[in-house]
């Protein structure tokens, strides 16, 4: 059980598609991000968003469009996607706090870029 | 560049064996280090995380790890290892308030 939900699970789209992916996440946390996770490469962060603010763009690009309209609530918008984005995006929250913070993942979206 | 190094890719024990997974960082100064755990169709979970204090952590399960500053280590341990241990091990650093580094994650293959 994780108090960070992603959907969908499994996402298969053609390169010409729109998606998106969501996540919500039941911690009561003020910082939401989206994780990249492809084999044999470290995990890699794409964005990050606090109190609703995205405070890092980790180069990514623009065919990845995140939006967050609550503290609870993360999207990931996707379009004209290519194979290479093919992976395992991975959705987390944590409590920013000075000291450091904890970050909690949600359970992954497989996407498949056909 | 700062970064975050696993030095095995994919460990295989037999169960009961002992377990010794090292992470090395590239960072100076005060850190947050962490390890995390993906059990086979699971989500990234965490074992244990060192802030201050104690260098030698203790997490769920069994695991351990020891912060050692002078060698920037936080080597991942387990006396002996089940076969419900198989998963894959993500080290992850962080300077306070910054962003979480990950490494490349080490496999483990516990053979019962």
């Known amino acids: 059980e994780t108090g960070v939900t992603q959907t969908p699970r499994h996402l298969v789209m053609g390169m010409t598609n729109k998606k998106s992916l969501k996540c919500e996440q039941h911690?009561?946390?003020?910082?939401m991000y989206w994780y990249k996770q492809s084999a044999k490469k470290p995990l890699e962060l794409m964005f990050v968003y606090s109190l609703e603010e995205r405070v890092e763009n980790n180069s990514v690009p623009s065919r990845f469009s995140p939006e967050c309209p609550n503290s609870s609530h993360l999207f990931l918008h996707l379009h004209t996607l290519q194979p290479e984005d093919s992976a395992l995006y991975l959705c987390a929250s944590s409590q920013a706090r000075v000291g450091g913070n904890t970050i909690y993942f949600g359970e992954g979206s497989w996407l498949t870029v056909v | 560049a700062q970064s975050v190094s696993q030095h095995n890719h994919h460990v295989i024990l037999s169960e009961a064996a002992s377990l010794e997974l090292g992470c090395n960082y590239s960072y100076g100064g005060t850190v947050n280090l962490f390890w995390y755990v993906q059990y086979p169709g699971q989500h990234l979970q965490l074992l244990l995380k060192?802030?201050?204090?104690?260098?030698l952590v203790k997490g769920i399960k069994g695991f351990e790890a020891e912060f050692i500053k002078s060698k920037f280590s936080f080597n991942l341990r387990k006396p002996s290892v089940q076969w419900s241990d198989t998963a894959e091990y993500f080290c992850?650093?962080?300077?306070?308030?910054?962003?979480?580094?990950f490494g490349q994650g080490t496999e483990l293959s516990v053979k019962p």
């Open positions: 060192y802030f201050s204090g104690d260098p």
């Open positions: 911690l009561g946390h003020n910082a």
């Open positions: 992850a650093v962080t300077k306070p308030g910054g962003k979480l580094i």
